[in-house]
């Protein structure tokens, strides 16, 4: 049996999720933040969000708005045995020629028992460097990707050659915000700050 589930959001250029996130000075929403909105569809739809995997993922194009916009966000899924098939699709408002642009799809897997993997092995201090969030946000602002308070973290990442561990906590601008997702949209940016910890400074321009 297949189930088509809808579910639809506006997003305004107030909104702190874009407003506090800047490419090149354009408001963009960060992809990983639809990832909420699939973890909020299935908790209102009465699953565990932690008993599910999301798999193939695709950001097709990116949620921009200018000054005063607002964009429709609609997200479809079709529900066949224990997989949804999801698209995420917007729209300027109010604007009679805007046409739909698909901006994010993914596969959600039902079942899923948990990482087999399990914990990850203790943090070799040996060679450690130590990195706080504000050297991680300056090496993003030197390629032009601005984040205010309200999509920032606060803490420090400890690093080697190949792995690193964080201890981060949400700005207390951000931290405002938290009840209202699943897992607040800093967080999930956060973690495409990753090549802006290994990257080697010297090789970014001089943060403007």
Avoid at 38 to 63: C, H, M, N, Q
Avoid at 112 to 123: K, L, R, S, V
Avoid at 153 to 162: N, Q
Avoid at 189 to 201: G, I, M, N, Q, Y
Wanted: proline share 4%.
């Amino acid at each position: 049996m297949t189930e088509v589930l809808r579910f639809a959001t506006r997003l305004q250029a107030e909104d702190f999720v874009v407003a506090d996130h800047r490419v090149h000075g354009v408001r963009i929403m960060p992809g990983v933040a639809f990832l909420d909105m699939v973890w909020r569809l299935l908790d209102a739809k009465g699953y565990d969000p932690t008993r599910v995997e999301i798999r193939d993922v695709l950001f097709s194009e990116a949620v921009a708005l200018a000054g005063g916009e607002t964009r429709r966000i609609v997200i479809e899924a079709t529900a066949r045995d224990n997989v949804w098939e999801v698209v995420a699709r917007s729209r300027i408002e109010d604007r009679a020629e805007a046409a739909w642009s698909e901006n994010f799809r993914c596969r959600v897997h039902f079942g899923w028992a948990g990482n087999e993997a399990g914990n990850p092995a203790p943090f070799d201090a040996k060679g450690v460097a130590v990195l706080a969030m504000d050297e991680v946000y300056a090496r993003a602002r030197a390629v032009e990707i601005d984040h205010a308070a309200r999509m920032r973290m606060t803490g420090e990442i400890r690093k080697t050659a190949s792995a690193a561990e964080a201890s981060l906590a949400l700005t207390l601008e951000a931290a405002e915000y938290e009840t209202d997702y699943i897992v607040h949209p800093a967080v999930l940016d956060t973690a495409t700050l990753v090549p802006f910890v290994f990257r080697d400074p010297a090789r970014i321009t001089k943060p403007y």
